[in-house]
């Protein structure tokens, strides 16, 4: 992995990433906004950027052009296709063989096997319809990006995010398959390791066209989990390159 392309850079999770990716000595494209590219005046020395809108087929076919690795946040905004769109343009454009790390959230599925809780499901729905009344946010688009992310033969990852919070590193978030599993249960991940856990998904064969659901490495699920003696541990997937916890 040498260069990698970053699509939704300017964001709170996108310059996590812009910095973890230089920090492993990546070569970095960063796609964002015209209007949010001083977002990155930080980075403007160190990386590329290319403005545009994500689902801009022509701004991804240029960005992603050469990259090993393709980290793109999905974000659902307005109703005009954003998500599904930038997914296909990266898709279709990025280098055959690339790795393509996608992030999204807990409440999409890849088998139906997830388990929510009330709270979660509740949140969806209200959240979703006052959103798509004032046409602000397409979570459905969401659903129709991930979907097509499925069912392609691309060496992709969906990277499912918990709550988020702000707050200095703690080291790479643990993951489980399902939503429910109880090394999930805290249902909180500090940002900088959501980005952390995305940049090292790259290089990350085992996560190759899986959808991982993370979660902090030191919240109480995960601790909890950790020093139960062995045979009484729930069944869960989960690794963590510090710390293998099986
Ligand atoms: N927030 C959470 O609690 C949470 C929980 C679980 C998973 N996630 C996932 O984490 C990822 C990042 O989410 P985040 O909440 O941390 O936000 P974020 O990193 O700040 O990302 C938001 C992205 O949306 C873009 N954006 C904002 N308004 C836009 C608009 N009107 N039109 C087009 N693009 C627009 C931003 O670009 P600009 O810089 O140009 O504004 C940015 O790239 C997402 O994939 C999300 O599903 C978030």
Request: overall charge neutral; aromatic content about 8%; charged content about 25%.
């Amino acid at each position: 992995m040498k260069k990698v392309c970053i699509v939704g850079a300017s964001g709170k999770l996108g310059r996590y990433m812009v910095q973890h990716a230089l920090d492993y000595g990546y070569e970095v494209v960063g796609v964002c906004r015209e209007k949010s590219v001083e977002k990155l005046d930080a980075f403007k020395d160190k990386i590329v950027i290319v403005p545009g809108m994500t689902n801009d087929r022509i701004v991804i076919e240029e960005a992603v052009k050469g990259c090993d690795g393709v980290l793109t946040v999905l974000a659902p905004w307005g109703v005009q296709q954003y998500s599904s769109g930038t997914a296909q343009a990266v898709m279709d454009f990025a280098e055959p063989g690339a790795r393509l790390i996608f992030s999204c959230g807990w409440h999409i599925t890849q088998d139906g096997k997830d388990v929510y809780s009330w709270k979660l499901k509740a949140f969806v729905k209200v959240f979703g319809g006052i959103a798509r009344l004032f046409r602000l946010v397409e979570l459905d688009d969401r659903v129709e990006a991930c979907r097509r992310i499925f069912a392609s033969n691309t060496r992709w990852t969906v990277v499912r995010g918990s709550d988020l919070e702000e707050g200095e590193s703690q080291g790479l978030p643990v993951w489980s398959e399902h939503v429910g599993d109880p090394i999930l249960e805290s249902n909180l991940t500090r940002r900088i390791d959501f980005a952390l856990f995305m940049v090292a998904a790259l290089e990350n064969d085992e996560l190759i066209q899986k959808a991982p659901a993370i979660v902090g490495c030191q919240t109480p699920s995960v601790l909890d989990w950790s020093t139960r003696p062995l045979g009484v541990k729930p069944e869960a997937k989960y690794t963590n390159s510090k710390r293998q916890l099986k």
